[in-house]
Structure formats: structure tokens, C-alpha cells
């Protein structure tokens, strides 16, 4: 059977929005289960609203994230459970011996990084 070129195409463009480290890093930091809102995200990064709302508007169009209104805030968390398995294999690649998950702070991401 062969792939729909529009299948390809939205699968290209989910990945695209992934291989930004910024957005890679909330879907990190939401892949812990704990719903957050924008500002508990802002603060985390140490990022301006502005660029944590743009990079959240391209994850949420994608399906990667999803918000739900709580009174005046929004809760944000990882869109669906395929969400979740993506991150699941993504760790298993990057730590292949643990599986250990991108999970913590955004300070215990970056040691991460640097380490």
C-alpha cells in the first residue's frame, strides 16, 4: 500500500514542529503529566509570554498540546495519548538503556544538556 502524499505531508509537519528545541522542551516539561498553565510555563522557561504563547499556539495546532479551560485559566497538557508514545520512544532512543524520561525542571533539563 502506498502512503497519501497528504498523509506524508501531516506527518512532516508534526515532526517539523517537534525539531524546534523550544517546543521540544514544553512537550519535555508537560510529558511529566502534570497539567500546567502558560504562566507556570513562562516562568519554568524564563521565556517571554510572547514567545511561549507563539511556540504553544504552533504545538496546540498540531495536536501535540491541548488546553482546557479552568475559570480564568487555561490548563495545558500533552495532547493525546499518542502524544505520550511518541515522547515514550523519543526517550527510549535518546536513553536506550534506561528509557529515562525528559521529565523535571527546565534548570534540570539544561544540566542535562550540558552534562
Request: proline share 4%.
Amino acid at each position: 500500500m502506498q502512503a497519501d502524499p497528504q498523509d506524508i505531508r501531516r506527518a512532516a509537519g508534526i515532526f517539523k514542529v517537534l525539531s524546534h528545541p523550544s517546543r521540544l522542551k514544553i512537550v519535555c516539561l508537560l510529558f511529566d503529566g502534570r497539567c500546567r498553565t502558560q504562566k507556570e510555563l513562562v516562568q519554568e522557561l524564563n521565556w517571554p509570554q510572547s514567545t511561549t504563547a507563539r511556540h504553544l499556539a504552533r504545538l496546540q495546532d498540531k495536536g501535540l498540546v491541548k488546553s482546557t479551560r479552568n475559570g480564568p485559566e487555561v490548563q495545558l497538557e500533552l495532547g493525546s495519548e499518542v502524544t505520550k508514545q511518541i515522547m515514550a520512544a523519543v526517550c527510549q532512543w535518546v536513553h536506550p538503556e534506561t528509557g529515562e524520561q525528559f521529565s523535571g525542571s527546565y534548570s534540570e533539563l539544561l544540566s542535562r544538556e550540558v552534562g
